[in-house]
C-alpha cells in the first residue's frame, strides 16, 4: 500500500511539475504602487445599463499592505489611510499613467472621409449621375 501511495504523490508531483513549466507569475506589488481593480458588473434591464458599456476597471487604487502572498489591501488615493479592501492579484493590474493622453484617430466632424488621390492622378469622374 506505501508503493502505490508514493507512486501517486510522484506521478502528482511531475504533473505540477509539467504544469508550472509555462505559468506566469503572480506580479508582485509594493506599497504605495498604483492599480486598477477589475470590476464585474451585471446587466439591469430596469435601470437600462448593459455590462458591455460599463468599464472594465476601476482606480487608480494605492497599494496599503501585501495579506498572504497573493492578496492586497487597497486604499483610496484621496483617502490613503482608510482601506477600501482586499483584492486576490489576479484582479489587480498595473496603472501606468500615460503623459501624452492624446487621442490615437483625431474624431471627424461627420459623414465619410474625403478620398484622397496620388500626385497627378484624378478621379474617373468629376460628376454624379
Known amino acids: 500500500m506505501a508503493e502505490?501511495?508514493?507512486v501517486a504523490e510522484m506521478q502528482q508531483y511531475l504533473r505540477?511539475?509539467?504544469?508550472?513549466?509555462?505559468?506566469?507569475k503572480a506580479p508582485n506589488y509594493f506599497h504605495g504602487d498604483r492599480v486598477f481593480v477589475t470590476t464585474h458588473h451585471l446587466s439591469n434591464a430596469a435601470k437600462g445599463s448593459t455590462t458591455k458599456f460599463m468599464p472594465k476597471g476601476d482606480g487608480p487604487y494605492i497599494i496599503l499592505t501585501q495579506n498572504p502572498s497573493t492578496s492586497y489591501v487597497i486604499a483610496n488615493p484621496d483617502n490613503p489611510n482608510k482601506p477600501v479592501g482586499t483584492y486576490?492579484?489576479?484582479a489587480l493590474k498595473v496603472y501606468k499613467e500615460d503623459k501624452s493622453a492624446t487621442p490615437v484617430h483625431p474624431l471627424r466632424k461627420r459623414g465619410r472621409a474625403r478620398k484622397t488621390y496620388a500626385s497627378g492622378s484624378k478621379p474617373r469622374r468629376s460628376g454624379r449621375r
Not at 505540477?16 to 506566469?24: A, M, Q, S
Open 16 to 24: 505540477k511539475e509539467c504544469g508550472d513549466k509555462k505559468r506566469r
Open 4 to 6: 502505490v501511495k508514493e
Open 88 to 90: 486576490h492579484t489576479s
